[in-house]
């Protein structure tokens, strides 16, 4: 689920860069080869440490990109609620 598209499917790509403050990391996506990118809900998610390194970023875009993978929770008619970074 983003904020500015709602769901988006289909072939995506993720993109994550620190935030502006640096203690976090914001999540995008957007459709593979498309310059659109959509934040996605519950971005930026707070780094594990004060300033994250290059190896903590690459740890939490895994993380997000994990989340966004998995099949999630379905609905009462069976239908995959849609994926986002809250809690």
């Known amino acids: 689920m983003t904020e500015e598209a709602g769901a988006v499917t289909g072939d995506l790509e993720l993109l994550t860069r620190p935030t502006q403050d640096g203690r976090g990391v914001e999540a995008l996506v957007g459709y593979a080869g498309a310059r659109d990118l959509y934040a ?3 971005s ?7 300033s994250p390194d290059e190896e903590e970023h690459r740890a939490a ?7 966004l993978t998995t099949p999630g929770r379905v609905d009462e008619g069976g239908n ?5 970074l809250h809690g």
């Open 40 to 42: 996605v809900s519950g």
């Open 44 to 50: 930026p998610v707070r780094a594990a440490s004060e």
């Open 61 to 67: 875009h895994g993380c997000i990109l994990g989340l």
């Open 80 to 84: 995959e609620l849609p994926a986002d």
